[in-house]
């Protein structure tokens, strides 16, 4: 764990001093470190497995999202790897339910096959719940649904005995569910690896010819889209806006150049000029928030309102390692980050702008660099993801099916049990 512990302590410095570029590369090393974690892990027979990982997996992840609590990817993996494991306990659970016969030896019987089948539907209910019309059209003499706290063993009609049943010996269990964990965090690792291109491959769909797209900045997932777009013979235009002051655009509209692409450079306030030309937005945004809201670069709001005012389509392109549970009105969250004002001012230009009357002098000019904007969801009209396209009001339950409810919360600390039942 020493090691583990060093890897911890090297990530998060990295975090702190801005030294991971992207989200995605920020995603990737989250997971490793996690997998990494889940493996050196040392776990006793008598405790519960999956607390311990849990628990184990939450103290990191608080830690890392105190490092840099603007970059929501790495709240985001910490959430997906806690999911994996409470789906993955619960699986083993499942698959440890078994029906074994007891007392007669002797042949069941085709009424014993029935009553049988019908324990077995029972308990597959209580894995799978059935949807709220199959319930409305179930019939009232349906099997009553398993509750931990009634009997184990059931008597049937006097021909035998079934015993509900878990395995007892932890140890197999421990290896198997740790196993099942590193699969499945192996698996996250591949899909934030190849999200790029599983996005890039429903570009065709959405991109037609001889239309003009327009972009600001820079992002590598819009860059492959437009690219693959182009690979499948598709005839476009591409408007970049330079994104200031950073002016990634350029990096873009060079890299698309060299790709073959008719790609033109606009400064960012002449979006409002050229958006009626334009026939779709397609960006990268940092993070997509539970409402179908996006924190994206500066200046992305604008470009939303203009395409808001001449009816144009504007599509967000982003992983699924996107996604965060949370609302933007969550403390967790922090909309913006500062950015050094000399990206904006020289710190030798600032000279001629003291009020020397006072002291030592107070500056009288102020710079104000934020990062990002934030592009509420009534404004975006598609998201296209690894998992397909969605609309805004479709986020919530695409989030649903990789976060669990008791996660959302890293930074709250849980009270006892008995310190709830008070505040209650």
Not at 105 to 133: G, M, V
Not at 337 to 354: A, N, T, W
Not at 371 to 388: H, I, M, R, W
Request: hydrophobic letters at 40%; aromatic letters at 6%.
């Amino acid at each position: 764990m020493a090691d583990v512990q060093g890897l911890i302590n090297d990530f998060a410095t990295k975090l702190s001093k801005r030294k991971v570029e992207g989200s995605r590369e920020t995603a990737r090393m989250t997971a490793e470190l996690l997998r990494t974690l889940i493996s050196q892990q040392k776990m006793t027979s008598s405790t519960n497995h999956a607390a311990v990982l849990i628990d184990a997996v939450r103290g990191v992840g608080r830690r890392l999202i105190d490092a840099n609590p603007v970059e929501l990817a790495v709240g985001n993996i910490v959430r997906r790897v806690l999911y994996i494991i409470r789906e993955e306990e619960l699986s083993l659970q499942a698959g440890e339910l078994t029906l074994s016969p007891q007392g007669s030896d002797r042949e069941i019987d085709e009424e014993d096959d029935k009553l049988f089948l019908s324990s077995a539907a029972t308990y597959q209910r209580i894995l799978h719940p059935p949807s709220l019309s199959t319930l409305l059209g179930s019939k009232p003499d349906m099997p009553p649904a398993y509750h931990p706290s009634a009997s184990r063993n059931h008597d049937i009609e006097g021909k035998g005995k079934f015993e509900l049943s878990f395995t007892a010996d932890k140890s197999p269990g421990s290896l198997t569910l740790k196993r099942h964990i590193m699969e499945a965090v192996n698996d996250l690792i591949e899909d934030i690896k190849t999200c790029h291109e599983q996005i890039a491959d429903q570009a065709v769909e959405l991109i037609h010819q001889n239309e003009v797209v327009l972009t600001l900045g820079h992002s590598r997932t819009v860059k492959k889209f437009l690219c693959a777009a182009k690979e499948k013979k598709r005839s476009f235009q591409v408007v970049v806006a330079e994104g200031a002051p950073k002016y990634l655009g350029h990096v873009l509209a060079k890299g698309l150049a060299a790709k073959g692409l008719q790609t033109t450079m606009i400064a960012d306030s002449s979006v409002f000029a050229m958006i009626s030309r334009v026939n779709m937005v397609v960006v990268g945004v940092h993070a997509v928030m539970a409402n179908g809201g996006v924190i994206a670069p500066v200046g992305m709001n604008m470009v939303a309102l203009a395409a808001r005012k001449h009816a144009v389509p504007f599509v967000v392109v982003a992983g699924t390692y996107k996604l965060c549970p949370l609302y933007p009105n969550n403390p967790e969250v922090l909309l913006n980050d500062m950015r050094c004002p000399s990206e904006l001012l020289s710190f030798g230009e600032f000279s001629d702008c003291m009020d020397f009357s006072i002291g030592s002098g107070a500056p009288l000019l102020h710079v104000l660099n934020p990062a990002f904007d934030y592009v509420p969801p009534e404004l975006v009209s598609l998201f296209v993801t690894d998992t397909g396209g969605h609309t805004p009001s479709f986020i919530y339950r695409l989030i649903s099916e990789f976060y669990s409810a008791d996660d959302l919360a890293l930074q709250q600390k849980l009270l006892p049990e008995s310190e709830h039942s008070n505040s209650i």
